[in-house]
């Protein structure tokens, strides 16, 4: 596991040279997830490739931008990973970031044995969540990434990201969101759910959501590369990861791109997101 987290280190550095250097077009085609490509979203799923693959214990890779896993000889773990989250936000200089789950055998939910995220923003910051939730910061100079501090969530937060289109929220679900906004709640979201998320952890409360929609209603956020990696870092870190109705690491999957609708947060706020659910099923 130690190598592989020395791998992100790695695989960090390199993508945030190439999002400071690279030209941030577009490029003809679309992912496995069926978005639209940017070039930088190909650089780095290429960078993760090279680094992964030289790590003896993983034994297989899958991400957003590939259609199938790509699996070696030998090996133990199974990354499944978003090399570039929040791509069409470069063009604006806003904040991006890189995601890995770390399973074995499968990619259930409740396999994953580690998660790892990266945030591109003025710094560059790396959460990893094995037992505990550690955040470490790029020191440009040495180009170590020294440890900052454990993170934990409280109870209940005061910041709320609220993502999907709102034309297609369901009406309870709008209903919701405006009680958090009734009750104090500040609108804290991006459009990246890697900055979005790690505010919200770094201020040690609050909820993220991205609810299914009349459009869409298995949501947008995929299961195995943003998804359950950000479930078990919200967990492990004293918060929850729900669906609506479950535990997102409970979840199984049919395709690797599958997606859910999810919602992360504290405690307090997963409790009102569980309950409005159960109410309007
Ligand atoms: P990606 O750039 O990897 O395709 O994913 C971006 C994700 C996520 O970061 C964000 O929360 C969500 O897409 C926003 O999507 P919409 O603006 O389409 O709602
Ligand atoms: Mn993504
Ligand atoms: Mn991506």
Not at 60 to 88: F, H, N, Q, R, W
Not at 191 to 198: A, C, K, S, W
Not at 234 to 250: N, Q, R, S
Request: glycine share 8%; hydrophobic share 35%.
């Amino acid at each position: 596991m130690t190598e592989i987290i020395k791998a992100i280190e790695k695989i960090a550095i390199e993508i945030y040279e190439a999002i400071k250097t690279k030209d941030t077009g577009k490029v003809d085609a679309c992912n496995a997830s069926g978005d639209i490509q940017v070039k930088l979203d190909v650089i780095s799923d290429e960078i993760v490739e090279k680094y992964l693959l030289r790590v003896k214990s993983v034994k297989e890779i899958i991400s957003e931008e590939k259609e199938a896993p790509v699996t070696k000889e030998d090996g133990k773990y199974l990354v499944a990973y978003d090399p570039l989250d929040g791509s069409s936000l470069i063009d604006v200089d806003l904040s991006v970031g890189s995601i890995f789950g770390i399973y074995e055998n499968d990619y259930k939910g409740e396999n994953i044995k580690a998660a790892v995220y990266v945030v591109y923003g003025p710094r560059v910051e790396m959460v990893v969540a094995r037992d505990v939730v550690e955040l470490f910061r790029l020191n440009e100079k040495t180009k170590e990434f020294e440890f900052v501090k454990e993170l934990k969530l409280k109870e209940k937060g005061k910041i709320l990201g609220p993502g999907g289109t709102q034309k297609n929220w369901y009406p309870f679900h709008k209903e919701m969101i405006d009680s958090f906004f009734a009750e104090g709640y500040r609108l804290r979201y991006s459009g990246g759910m890697v900055p979005d998320l790690h505010q919200i952890l770094l201020k040690e409360g609050g909820l993220f959501a991205y609810p299914g929609t009349t459009d869409k209603p298995k949501g947008k956020l995929r299961k195995l590369f943003e998804v359950f990696p950000f479930a078990y870092v919200y967990k492990k870190a004293g918060g929850e990861a729900v669906d609506g109705f479950v535990d997102l690491l409970t979840l199984d999957y049919e395709n690797y791109h599958d997606t859910t609708p999810c919602f992360f947060g504290s405690k307090e706020e997963i409790i009102k997101v569980l309950r409005t659910y159960k109410e309007n099923k």
